[in-house]
């Protein structure tokens, strides 16, 4: 499957997820990653069918997935929704991910790391740019209605 077989809308929210997670740059993410990417696009799955996916894609038993076998595994859980419902799901998943203990915000520096990891080309003036802007009270938190304002603004339009 090449990337001709996604329509574009499939294939930013796949690399935006692969880069995510390709912390280093090398094209690669380890299969330790994928059920953590998985949930983020929506899909809770036991370890066993995570693996089971993997071993489809990774014939050769490498460890790792490049791009290209990232999309084999995950394209067919990416349904394209233009319903702005959906895509606040998608943003309240995201956010649920990171803020981990719960507390219903996540603290700037959190926010600019999702910043930086989906657009690696933000730089720090312009991540202190986004930040001041969504952070306008300098609480140095951000809740979900300001994540998901900056996401939209930002990330997905």
């Not at 690399?15 to 929506?42: Q, T, Y």
């Not at 995201?94 to 990891?117: N, P, Q, S």
Request: aromatic residues 10%; contains cysteine.
């Amino acid at each position: 499957m090449g990337d001709g077989e996604y329509d574009k809308e499939q294939l930013r929210i796949l690399r935006n997820a692969f880069k995510a997670f390709d912390h280093d740059g090398s094209g690669w993410i380890e299969h330790a990653d994928v059920s953590s990417i998985l949930e983020i696009l929506g899909q809770k799955l036991e370890p066993p069918a995570v693996k089971a996916l993997i071993k489809e894609v990774d014939k050769g038993a490498t460890g790792k997935l490049d791009f290209s076998q990232f999309c084999k595994l995950a394209a067919r859980f990416i349904e394209v929704e233009e319903d702005v419902g959906a895509l606040q799901n998608e943003l309240k998943e995201a956010f649920r991910v990171y803020d981990k203990e719960g507390k219903g915000y996540l603290t700037v520096a959190t926010l600019r790391g999702i910043l930086h990891e989906l657009d690696d080309k933000l730089s720090n003036q312009d991540l202190d740019m986004i930040i001041e802007e969504i952070d306008a009270d300098g609480s140095g938190t951000v809740d979900f209605d300001e994540f998901m304002q900056v996401m939209t603004d930002y990330v997905y339009f």
